[in-house]
């Protein structure tokens, strides 16, 4: 399950980058509040973003300790970082959702351009 999730977080990362730079946009961090207002907060707010990759990153090393059952340590740093990676989780959702539909639009433009050619 946690391997699903990682790869949700680069496939949706990745997509989010190729639709951007395929529309123009100068850098994938250049995110509208009309797109989205939780990835312009991501993406806008330097704090949030760097706050929110190391607590998601510390839950994957919660998790691996938890699993090991090292100390109380892994246990109590998996439910203090469990809500930020959840917003994490539900943030790469949002943003594959966006990315495919810049994609999905910018598919139907150029499909629009052929025919009329």
Same mark, same amino acid.
């Given at each position: 399950m946690l391997l699903l999730l990682v790869s949700l977080d680069l496939t949706s990362h990745y997509m989010h !980058?190729?639709? !951007? =730079? =395929? +529309?123009?946009?100068? +850098?994938? $961090?250049? @995110?509208? /509040?009309k797109q989205s207002k939780i990835l312009n907060l991501y993406y806008t707010n330097r704090k949030v973003l760097f706050g929110v990759c190391l607590v998601n990153e510390l839950f994957y090393v919660a998790v691996y300790l938890h699993s090991f059952n090292f100390f109380w340590l892994g246990t109590v740093l998996v #439910? @203090? +970082? /469990?809500?930020?990676? #959840? #917003? $994490? &989780?539900?943030a790469n959702?949002? &943003?594959?959702? /966006?990315?495919?539909?810049?994609m999905i639009k910018l598919d139907a433009a150029d499909k629009s351009k052929r025919k009329a050619e």
């Amino acid at each position: 399950m946690l391997l699903l999730l990682v790869s949700l977080d680069l496939t949706s990362h990745y997509m989010h !980058m190729y639709a !951007m =730079t =395929t +529309s123009g946009s100068a +850098s994938h $961090k250049n @995110v509208d /509040a009309k797109q989205s207002k939780i990835l312009n907060l991501y993406y806008t707010n330097r704090k949030v973003l760097f706050g929110v990759c190391l607590v998601n990153e510390l839950f994957y090393v919660a998790v691996y300790l938890h699993s090991f059952n090292f100390f109380w340590l892994g246990t109590v740093l998996v #439910f @203090v +970082s /469990a809500p930020v990676w #959840f #917003f $994490k &989780q539900v943030a790469n959702v949002i &943003q594959l959702r /966006a990315a495919a539909l810049i994609m999905i639009k910018l598919d139907a433009a150029d499909k629009s351009k052929r025919k009329a050619e």
